[in-house]
């Protein structure tokens, strides 16, 4: 994979990357901003208690006057804008893998799956546990040279959650893990894996996202419904 390719990939996965976090972001922030900006007056009003005899005495109760109204902008201002910028990291980050995902499948299981098995079959010759591939595998990644970073970032990725061992496991259950047969166990991991990584993996969803904005809305109808 050439510098140029490289750059492209790198310049792609930041474009979707971005255009997947933004939008949530930016929803978050204004719906939250905007509606305390518009009912700003009633919320001072039912927030701010005014009926506490102390509050214009000391400074406490000044403070505990307040102390309503501060959350009320805590959570609005604060809270609901943290949670979709938390969301949107989410849905952009998983995004940007399937982007390298479905650009570089092909070459990144022709070049990661052979290697994986020739690990396996050391380690399964030193009776070494597949979980141990597992970590061996996503460990070794950070040792291999000339590997573009967003390449890196998927391999790690997919290593820690597919279902290696379990995988591993059937396709080598009637098959001897020798060197004739790296082939036929590559070729089966790739079929499986692959299978997984599209349905399961990267797959990205916004339901968390559109539950947040109900939650947001109910606790706007309560707020001014007090």
Known sequence: MGWKDTLKLI??????TLIRFIPIVAIGVLLNWI????????????FILTDIGVA????FGAILALLPIGIVLTVFLAVFPILY???AKSYAVKSGIRYIYRKKATA???????KLVEVSGDLYQENTTVIKVREISA??????KNMPKPIRMLYIYLVRKIPLQQTFSE??????????????????????????????LLNPSLKFFFLLIV????AMYWVLSY
């Open 171 to 200: 396709v080598t259950k009637d098959t001897e893990i020798i060197e004739q047969n790296y082939g036929m166990i590559a070729t089966g991991l790739n079929e499986k894996l692959s299978s997984h990584i599209e349905e399961e």
């Open 11 to 16: 310049a792609g996965t930041s474009f979707v």
């Open 215 to 218: 939650l947001n809305f109910i």
């Open 56 to 59: 214009g005495r000391s400074s």
């Open 108 to 114: 990144i299981f022709e070049y990661f799956i052979p």
């Open 35 to 46: 509606f305390f900006l518009i009912f700003s007056p009633i919320l001072f009003d039912k």
């Open 85 to 87: 910028l938390l969301i």
């Open 139 to 144: 460990k070794s990644v950070a040792k291999m």
